[in-house]
């Protein structure tokens, strides 16, 4: 190799390196680099306490192996999981069908449907507890408003719902729905806005009926704000506290118990924190495939929402 | 900082700033305190117990879910001598509550500083006993005599319009917390299983006399539920709800911890000083006197605490009996001393005009008593968390399982807990 070569080999390995920096500085250099690191910085240091620090405590907490060995030989365990599972797979599939149907019915013109929206917001604006707490009254199965009123109209009295692991469980299910049904038709109510009205426009001109429109424009369209929506209302579901714990209790005999109430119930009813912890920790497995293919979906794609 | 418990009625939480603010003028210490709701104190000081980041001090009216084990994980200071100047005045009861086993130290020692104990009295809608044409004055001493009695009235009292009520609140619950727990323990007491666990942690459910008293609570509780005169709901009532469901006359009585029941309505002059009726179980159904459950409550000091003389200082001047005798009458009675002489030599206890209060003091204090089972050790707290009680009812009811295989699957399950908290 000429030295003419060895000086041009090295100066592409030079450029290459200092390409390499300036892609890892972002394009920065000297005093926008420092003021860069400055203005990030306060956002590092709140990642770390708030997001990294609990997590990295929650799995030192849960992880005892021993903590499990005692959680699998809990009867209760295993009920847990698999309310769960009902609770997050019909909860949410039930849910996010409904906001589909309703998001389309909102989408309509008219003063009395944006009325209509006003109240169809209600339940997602108040508060979970007291919310929740009406609904455990109002479904008492002696008192309760639901049963008054069969009995006012018809002269019958309804079962006890919260009495029966699976009336209770539904009742879970339908409280959570209920509660959270209107913020998930307002995403998707969004996401039918985002649609380009010229598809549709263009759509009508080659005579499409509304059911065509529905299946080659929305659906397509929609299915990846759908499929994200229902990814992210898993991991919500499965750390979901407030609508077991407040209309059913987990109860009866703790028939209706998911994992995020059991973990609580383990932390605060019987002071043994890192069961509670190594509980939820249990849902992991589930958890984190989800999030990955959540992560997954929310990459930029051509002919998507 | 002291984490103080907020208490049911307003003059509760008064009463605790004034001692706060007592103390500061008497010591000269600065106090720098905070009142808060039971649970949410209970899951503060749970998370503070496990973070390793703690106040000086947590005042509770009931911590038997958190002391126990916490002492066994040596997480508490011993308050041995924050204790010893009263510990002759104190009643047995406050003091067995009071004391726990630490497994670090392999003994037991005192862990809460006693101020206030408080015991379950029947509480009882007097108005809708005579409407159903039955008499509160006889209302049979012995502990079944009393449901069996009192579940007459539902069918007059239906047949007077009043549909929906139910003769007795029955927390046969499986929800929990505490009440179905408590519960069953008197039912236990009555039906002579009061050994079930002895003071020195150990479990008997091996012993015939205690599976014999279970089987029979568990009988007479679920019978009761099957003759329908208990609400179905009781099942699955939560901690509030026979609160509330007596409030509204849904039922007729309830056994329930402490006054809260009664004082909750003290602003409905008719219903606290006429209508509702407080009756302490008097006899156990073999027709000797019944032993009813006490708690204490008090305060505790973390390990870790910065300010641990400053902790102890308050707790020896909140233990002076003036001082708790004050704290605890201005909480209008709602807990009472853990010095019983306090409740003879001061005439608010027994001669006072509130109707609710003479049958209380005499059940929590002058009676004879027992501590909660849970100061005896952590397994049976984990035991009552896990509501075997209340599942076993569930088995009978919900599964059609006899009483006493219902039982022996919660003895079976609790033997598994005890089995790992070796004293």
């Known amino acids: 190799m000429s030295v003419t070569q060895q000086a041009l080999a090295v100066g592409r390995s030079f450029a290459g390196a200092r390409a390499r920096r300036h892609a890892w500085f972002g394009g920065l250099h000297g005093a926008d680099y420092i003021w860069a690191i400055a203005f990030a910085l306060p956002y590092i240091a709140i990642f770390l306490a708030f997001v990294v620090y609990p997590i990295a405590f929650g799995i030192w907490m849960g992880s005892d192996p021993a903590l499990y060995e005692q959680l699998f030989s809990d009867p209760r365990y295993l009920t847990s999981v698999l309310n769960t599972l009902l609770y997050v797979v019909i909860g949410v599939n039930v849910k996010m069908f409904l906001a589909f149907l309703l998001s389309g019915f ?18 997602w604006a108040t508060p979970a507890l007291p919310a929740y707490m009406s609904i455990h009254w109002f479904l008492n199965g002696q008192w309760g408003m639901l049963n008054n009123i069969l009995y006012e109209l018809f002269g019958f009295d309804g ?36 649609v380009p009205q010229d598809l549709y426009e263009a759509a009508a001109v080659d005579g499409a009926s509304r059911m065509h429109k529905f299946a080659h424009i929305t659906l397509p369209l929609m299915a990846n704000l ?47 924190p890192r069961l509670g912890v190594a509980t939820v920790m249990s849902a992991l497995p589930v958890l984190i495939p989800l999030v990955i293919i959540l992560m997954r979906r929310l990459r930029p794609s051509e002919g998507q929402l | 900082m002291c984490w103080l418990n907020q208490g049911f009625i307003p003059e509760e939480d008064a009463a605790m700033r004034q001692v706060a603010e007592d103390y500061i003028k008497a010591s000269g210490n600065k106090l720098d305190y905070s009142i808060m709701p039971f649970m949410a104190l209970n899951q503060k000081t749970i998370s503070a117990l496990t973070s390793g980041d703690v106040p000086d001090l947590v005042f509770m009216d009931a911590p038997s879910s958190i002391i126990p084990q916490n002492a066994w994980d040596d ?94 609140g029955l927390q046969i619950t499986t929800v929990g917390p505490n009440d179905g727990n408590n519960l069953f323990a008197h039912f236990m007491i009555a039906n002579g299983g009061e050994n079930i666990v002895t003071s ?110 400053v902790a102890k200082d308050f707790m020896k001047y909140f233990m002076q009996p003036k001082v708790m005798n004050a704290n605890l009458k201005a909480g209008l009675g709602r807990w009472v001393p853990a010095i019983p002489q ?82």
């Open chain 2, 75 to 168: 997480k508490i200071v011993d308050v041995s001598d924050v204790v010893a100047p009263y510990e002759s005045q104190l009643s047995e009861t406050a003091k067995l509550c009071s004391t726990f086993y630490n497994k670090a130290t392999k003994k037991r020692g005192y862990y809460l500083c006693p101020i206030k104990q408080g015991a379950t009295p029947f509480h009882i809608w007097g108005d809708l006993v005579e409407k159903a044409g039955l008499k509160m004055e006889e209302i049979p001493k012995d502990w079944d005599g009393i449901w069996t009695y009192l579940k007459q009235a539902q069918a007059p009292l239906r047949s007077k319009g009043m549909r929906r009520l139910y003769a007795c």
């Open chain 1, 106 to 123: 909102f989408f309509r013109k008219g003063w009395w449907v944006k009325g209509l929206m006003v109240i169809f917001i209600l339940p």
């Open chain 1, 226 to 272: 759908y499929l994200v929506c229902v990814l992210l209302d898993m991991v919500f579901a499965l750390g979901d506290f407030n609508s077991t714990y407040f209309v059913s209790g987990g109860g009866p005999a703790m028939s209706t118990e998911v994992l995020a109430t059991l973990g609580i119930r383990y932390a605060f009813t019987v002071a043994l």
């Open chain 2, 200 to 309: 020195d942690g150990k479990l008997h459910t091996d012993d015939p006399k205690v599976r014999e008293a279970a089987i029979k609570s568990v009988e007479f509780m679920t019978n009761l539920y099957k003759e329908g005169v208990v609400p179905p709901e009781a099942l699955s009532w939560n901690d509030a709800d026979d609160n509330n469901g007596y409030h509204e006359k849904l039922f007729m009585m309830d056994f329930d911890g402490t006054l809260s029941t009664e004082l909750a309505m003290i602003k409905n002059k008719k219903a606290f000083y006429e209508e509702m009726k407080t009756l302490a179980p008097v006899n156990k159904n073999d027709g000797t006197p019944m032993k009813t459950q006490v708690n204490a409550g008090g305060g505790y000091i973390p390990k870790g605490a910065k300010n641990v003389e």
């Open chain 2, 342 to 423: 306090l409740v003879k030599d001061d005439p608010f206890w027994l001669s006072t005009d509130m109707p609710c209060l003479k049958p209380y003091v005499t059940e929590a204090v002058l009676n004879p008593t027992l501590p909660v089972f849970e100061g005896f050790t952590p397994a049976w707290g984990q035991a009552n968390a896990e509501q075997l009680w209340g599942q076993a009812h569930a088995d009978v009811i919900k599964n059609g399982m006899k009483p006493a295989d219902a039982v022996d699957k919660a003895f079976k399950r609790c033997n598994e807990i005890f089995a790992k908290v070796a004293m």
């Open chain 1, 159 to 194: 079962p006890v719902y919260l009495n029966d692991r699976w009336t209770g469980l539904a009742c879970n299910i339908g409280a959570y729905i209920w509660k959270t049904l209107p913020f998930w038709t307002v995403i998707l109510l969004a996401g039918r806005m985002a």
